[in-house]
């Protein structure tokens, strides 16, 4: 199973980006897919997550700029940023929880975390 991030890179404040990441492999279940962040200095928290009916939860930061969705047929979640300011800048990661697999009758479950995206929002 992997989680593979894409997107990324390098933007100037006001400007959008969007990331994506796609979880692979043989699995009977995904629970919540979203995003987090962490900055220097500062702790991974999260950006926003969804469910599989569509649920979703934001940071109060990024509110009304940052939109999560995701397609459960192809287990991918994508982020869509906009109006973005230096305070985004961080590196972000994919995450999703529950995963389900099994492997010659042993069943699996666990949380799974994309290798991380560098975002850079320049003033």
């Known amino acids: 199973v992997q989680l593979q991030a894409s997107g990324g890179g390098f933007v100037q404040a006001g400007g959008s980006l969007r990331l994506s990441c796609a979880l692979s492999g043989s699995l009977f279940s995904v629970g919540d897919m979203g995003w987090y962040r962490q900055a220097p200095g500062k702790q991974r928290g999260l950006v926003a997550s969804?469910?599989?009916?569509?649920?979703?939860d934001y940071a109060d930061s990024v509110e009304g700029r940052f939109t999560v969705t995701r397609d459960n047929a192809k287990n991918t979640v994508s982020l869509e940023m906009i109006s973005l300011q230096p305070a985004d800048t961080a590196v972000y990661y994919c995450?999703?929880?529950?995963?389900?697999?099994?492997?010659?009758?042993?069943?699996?479950?666990?949380?799974?975390w994309g290798q991380g995206t560098l975002v850079t929002v320049s003033s």
């Open positions: 995450h999703a929880d529950n995963v389900g697999t099994q492997s010659q009758g042993v069943v699996d479950v666990r949380e799974y």
């Open positions: 969804i469910n599989r009916l569509g649920f979703t």
